[in-house]
């Protein structure tokens, strides 16, 4: 497998409370992004980081905050989580910008309740 | 900006049909990747094919091929002899050399029937 793994799989939650989701990778790859996914829209960009420390907004990013405090570990955060954001949640992982494609983690559905 | 369209939303045919799933995309950029992925009903992200936008070669995998054709700005996947297996959601993306975003198509789920 490639060396990304996504924690927890499955989360149900109510509404209001926060969330943090988290992506580790052992492939020491520089980008690391978060999509959520739903039905006819596809995927979704969140946020992305390149590199520790730096991160940047997606497509659809209110309501989420991220962090990357070291290379390996991208946390995604619900700050006061909503039925909206009920949905799957992937993490992806690139070497490099470009045409190098992503690998995705297995993703983590969250119930907003 | 940048979209990728994939007007079928679901197609449902019988084994051993071949079966074609379309995909559109825009973008200003002039090099640019297209992604296919699959995503079984486990719910995984599974890697197809990728191309770049010099490269307007058909190519085949096994039961797999992808006609990329600028012109149309179409990077359409055709399955042929379809199997029980095959049934799955396809989505079509889309990355600019610029950007820092893999765009998504809204995906096509396909239905193999025995």
């Known amino acids: 497998d490639a060396g990304i793994t996504q924690s927890p799989r499955h989360k149900v939650t109510e509404t209001g409370t926060p969330v943090t989701l988290r992506c580790h990778q052992t492939?020491?790859?520089?980008?690391m992004y978060w999509y959520r996914q739903d039905p006819g829209h596809g995927l979704r960009l969140i946020h992305y980081?390149?590199?520790?420390?730096?991160?940047d907004k997606g497509e659809v990013s209110d309501g989420y905050s991220v962090s990357r405090s070291k290379t390996e570990d991208f946390l995604l955060t619900l700050e006061s989580a909503t039925s909206s954001q009920t949905s799957v949640y992937f993490c992806?992982?690139?070497?490099?910008?470009?045409?190098?494609?992503?690998?995705f983690g297995s993703g983590t559905r969250l119930t907003v309740v | 900006a940048q979209k990728v369209t994939q007007a079928q939303t679901e197609i449902s045919v019988v084994e051993k049909e071949d079966v074609t799933l379309d995909c559109v995309y825009e973008?200003?950029?002039?090099?640019?990747?297209l992604f296919w992925y699959k995503q079984p009903p486990s719910g995984e992200l599974v890697f197809l094919i990728r191309?770049?936008?010099?490269?307007?070669q058909n190519e085949i995998s096994g039961r797999y091929s992808w006609n990329f054709q600028k012109s149309t700005s179409s990077f359409n996947f055709t399955i042929t002899a379809s199997q029980v297996v095959d049934s799955a959601v396809y989505f079509c993306?889309?990355?600019?050399?610029?950007?820092?975003?893999?765009?998504f198509g809204g995906g096509t789920r396909l239905m193999v029937k025995p």
């Open positions: 973008t200003r950029d002039t090099t640019y990747y």
């Open positions: 980081s390149y590199g520790v420390k730096d991160t």
């Open positions: 993306a889309l990355l600019t050399n610029a950007g820092n975003m893999l765009t």
């Open positions: 992806a992982i690139s070497a490099e910008r470009g045409g190098y494609g992503y690998t």
């Open positions: 191309r770049n936008s010099f490269d307007e």
């Open positions: 492939e020491n790859h520089r980008y």
